[in-house]
């Protein structure tokens, strides 16, 4: 990129080099504007016969437009793309989402000079036209070489982004206590629906049992009939691990245990597990809490039908502390 001095005639279309003021201090035009015709009418009634612009050299990509390209590229999903003036371009959702980040790539792209994104917290809920990720250029311009490594960089891994969309959730809730379900239900039904209301949903499908294995499969197996979107366990007793009876009665209903344990606070004792593409899941005490716990970290990619695998959990320990 060169700097250039050109008559006010010759102006149009090219990118200001510096700031352009009023004589009495007021910005007319701000550096890195790309100049139009009006513009150029408008230097040209307050008396300026030249201004200085910055030229592309050879190997070289505008900032607006490499903010864009790699915008276009790095995303998938419910997004679209808004470019704005000094080589931004955002990325919005277009309908109530969650938000997936390729932590990994993220890093790696950002360590590339010339370009840099930023995202949103990975699995974070999005409602509609929500900004979740920012492309941001150097000034002026980018070499192509440097484009050209980013773009391979995607094109090898995949998106750096994905706005996963949320469609018609279908949430069930089993509410279970030693001596009564309902008394569970009690506790816990308030809080259940302020969090749930909080995401723009509520439970489609309630149950209530007495914390005892055939009576919890039992009841388990009654709401994988209807295929929800995914089964929340309410408990009043904390499990010492996925060989208490929570997780005695999952897998006799046909569960395979992903995980038992996250690395956040609070929420350490999250048991989630899978009966064919349902995922179940236990959370003892978080349901009780309006707090942020764990609960809020995972509803949302499950909302959104994403597979939460025991790697993901465990990825949330950076970031856990919640409280």
């Known amino acids: 990129m060169?700097?250039?001095?050109?008559?006010v005639k010759q102006c149009e279309g090219k990118l200001l080099w510096q700031t352009i003021l009023h004589s009495s201090g007021k910005k007319l035009l701000a550096k890195g504007h790309m100049i139009s015709q009006e513009d150029a009418r408008m230097l040209e009634t307050e008396g300026k016969n030249e201004v200085c612009v910055a030229e592309l050299e050879e190997g070289e990509i505008g900032e607006d437009q490499a903010a864009r390209g790699v915008a276009i590229e790095i995303g998938c999903g419910s997004l679209e793309i808004r470019s704005t003036s000094a080589g931004r371009a955002h990325l919005l959702t277009t309908e109530t989402?969650?938000?997936?980040?390729?932590?990994?790539?993220l890093k790696q792209i950002n360590c590339v000079a010339s370009v840099v994104i930023a995202t949103s917290p990975n699995f974070s809920h999005a409602s509609v036209g929500s900004r979740v990720g920012t492309v941001k250029s150097t000034p002026f311009a980018v070499p192509k070489s440097q484009l050209e490594l980013v773009l391979s960089m995607v094109k090898q891994s995949?998106?750096?982004?994905?706005?996963?969309?949320?469609?018609?959730?279908?949430v069930a809730v089993l509410y279970t206590d030693p001596a009564s379900g309902?008394?569970?239900?009690?506790?816990?039904?308030?809080?259940?629906?302020?969090?749930?209301?909080?995401?723009?949903?509520?439970?489609?499908?309630?149950?209530?049992s007495r914390e005892e294995e055939a009576a919890l499969d039992r009841s388990l197996q009654h709401l994988l009939r209807v295929k929800p979107t995914f089964i929340?366990?309410?408990?009043?007793?904390?499990?010492?691990?996925?060989?208490?009876?929570?997780?005695?009665?999952?897998?006799?209903?046909?569960?395979?245990?992903?995980?038992?344990?996250?690395?956040?606070?609070?929420?350490?004792?999250l048991l989630v597990g899978y009966k064919d593409d349902i995922p179940i899941l236990s959370a003892p005490g978080c349901f009780r809490s309006t707090n942020r716990n764990v609960l809020d970290l995972v509803l949302p990619p499950m909302l959104a039908r994403y597979r939460i695998s025991g790697r993901d959990v465990a990825g949330l320990g950076h970031g856990g502390l919640l409280s």
């Open 158 to 170: 995949g998106p750096v982004l994905q706005a996963r969309p949320i469609r018609t959730p279908s």
């Open 97 to 105: 989402c969650c938000v997936l980040v390729d932590d990994e790539l």
């Open 232 to 269: 929340l366990i309410a408990s009043t007793t904390a499990p010492a691990g996925p060989g208490d009876v929570v997780g005695r009665a999952m897998l006799r209903a046909g569960c395979r245990i992903e995980c038992f344990l996250a690395p956040v606070e609070p929420g350490n004792l």
């Open 2 to 7: 060169r700097a250039q001095t050109v008559a």
């Open 182 to 208: 309902e008394r569970a239900r009690a506790s816990f039904e308030r809080i259940m629906w302020q969090r749930l209301e909080g995401l723009g949903i509520k439970a489609n499908f309630v149950l209530a």
